[in-house]
């Protein structure tokens, strides 16, 4: 039952003896990784998997340690869900650029900002000589620019990225939290996305966007 996983539990002596012991191995994260690029169309899957996962391994053995920080299959999965979904949309660029830009795109918002030298010299090493690649957000800065005037906000440019570094995690993320102390600007950066998306959402690459604010206090726990 995984008794060093949260949320589980060791099983009480009583019903051990009804179960077989089972060994378990870690997982080969590059065998799995080749196997879904592969999957995804990439041509460069067995190379491309190992350096996804070096970086992953000198991650968790560099930076800080935090407990939003994942380095596991998760994140494994997300980078190569994020590659296949960049291959598709850019089947004619270099391979090496989409895995960096995935790479980028899922790690980067959730790194301190301490981390973030040591995670661009990880990658400046694993990926030499490798352009990052400009990503396009169709109007989308202007919009957020625009709205930080309508909240009287200072549209910095640390803010502005932190924005699009939502939009990006929104995009690869089914769920996903905003973390931070009090007046770190939060709020302002969830608000600001959503008034910018939702005035792009006459356009084809997005959609408006509705926000509910539930007090936690108001639900029960069941």
Do not use: W
């Amino acid at each position: 039952m995984n008794p060093g996983y949260a949320g589980r539990k060791e099983l009480p002596d009583n019903l051990v003896a009804l179960f077989r012991p089972v060994a378990m191995m870690v997982p080969d994260y590059a065998m799995i990784g080749e196997i879904m690029l592969y999957s995804f169309g990439f041509l460069q899957g067995r190379e491309l998997a190992k350096k996804m996962v070096t970086t992953f391994t000198l991650a968790s053995e560099q930076l800080s340690s935090q407990c939003h920080y994942d380095y596991g299959m998760r994140a494994v999965r997300t980078v190569i869900n994020n590659a296949g979904i960049l291959k598709n949309a850019f089947p004619d660029m270099d391979e090496q650029q989409l895995l960096l830009r995935a790479l980028r795109d899922v790690n980067v918002p959730k790194f301190l900002i301490d981390d973030l030298p040591l995670f661009e010299n990880i990658i400046i090493d694993l990926f030499p000589g490798v352009d990052r690649p400009d990503q396009k957000y169709y109007g989308l800065v202007e919009e957020i620019r625009k709205a930080c005037k309508k909240f009287n906000l200072e549209d910095v440019e640390h803010f502005v990225t932190k924005t699009l570094q939502l939009y990006d995690t929104t995009v690869v993320r089914h769920g996903l939290m905003i973390v931070g102390p009090a007046g770190a600007g939060k709020t302002s950066n969830y608000k600001v996305l959503q008034h910018a998306l939702s005035a792009l959402g006459k356009t084809d690459h997005y959609e408006k966007v509705h926000v509910d604010c539930l007090n936690p206090k108001s639900i029960t726990k069941d």
